[in-house]
């Protein structure tokens, strides 16, 4: 099973590290990020020049798509997350930045989305 977790970031970087860890330790294999950051060209890569960060770039765990300044660009970049990478993900998840799922009877993604109540899906 392979899980794939799809966001905007909009001037959301001071939650990024963060919020990377927790869907990397509950077991998501690719994040997705379209930064919608300011115009001037200030993305999430370059403002964060974070160890942790850096350390899922170069293992593949997270792509960036620069969409700076752009409006209402939800449903576009969602689709665009489906269109890209869908085939080769068995489940994709969409949550801002600031949201966290939490697994309280489960230890991992993978785990709860195993649950027959899923099977259908």
């Not at 099973?1 to 966001?7: A, E, G, Q, S, T």
């Not at 909009?10 to 963060?18: I, P, V």
Request: charged fraction near 30%.
């Amino acid at each position: 099973m392979k899980v794939l977790l799809c966001c905007i970031l909009k001037m959301e970087n001071h939650y990024l590290e963060e919020w990377l860890r927790h869907y990397v330790n509950i077991g998501v294999d690719k994040i997705v990020i379209f930064d919608n950051n300011d115009i001037d060209g200030k993305y999430a890569e370059s403002i964060f020049d974070l160890d942790y960060v850096n350390e899922c770039k170069s293992k593949n765990i997270i792509d960036v798509h620069p969409i700076p300044g752009e409006k209402q660009a939800q449903t576009r970049c969602y689709n665009k997350c489906y269109e890209l990478y869908a085939k080769d993900y068995d489940w994709l998840m969409f949550f801002d930045i600031y949201e966290f799922l939490m697994l309280e009877r489960h230890k991992s993604i993978k785990e709860f989305l195993s649950q027959p109540k899923f099977d259908a899906f």
